[in-house]
């Protein structure tokens, strides 16, 4: 039997919902149960022991949409199935890094260029820096 893929839904916003607003089954709402989180709203959470067994489920990740995927994914919509953002934020960490490399190369030989400069004799900094002459 294949497994499914995780919802699309986040699991943070989910029992962020659930603690805060689930006596009235927000969360329900928001992974597309309507018909049990209008039956949440109108028995106040059931009582609240529906509430509570809620909380833990949806915080646990064993929670599931309307469509029978598990909630469990921590990221917001989307991230969960198709990891395009995660891969376009590695390429440009990866460009910082070798933009960082390149920077720091160049503070290194700045470096060595004055501290040559300043440790010469004074009448030696000619010597130091030959002149380049074009052909």
Do not use: C
Request: hydrophobic letters at 40%.
């Amino acid at each position: 039997m294949p497994r499914k893929p995780p919802s699309n839904k986040s699991r943070g916003i989910a029992t962020a919902l659930a603690a805060t607003l689930g006596v009235f089954g927000v969360h329900r709402f928001y992974v597309g149960k309507v018909g049990t989180g209008l039956l949440m709203l109108v028995t106040g959470g059931g009582a609240g022991i529906w509430y509570i067994y809620d909380v833990i489920i949806v915080a646990s990740g064993a929670f599931r949409d309307a469509d029978g995927y598990a909630v469990t994914e921590w990221g917001p919509e989307g991230v969960g199935r198709d990891h395009l953002l995660a891969e376009e934020v590695m390429d440009e960490l990866d460009a910082l890094r070798a933009d960082m490399v390149e920077m720091q190369e160049r503070m290194d030989f700045t470096e060595r260029l004055l501290t040559r400069s300043t440790d010469a004799p004074k009448g030696d900094t000619e010597d130091s820096f030959p002149a380049i002459t074009p052909k």
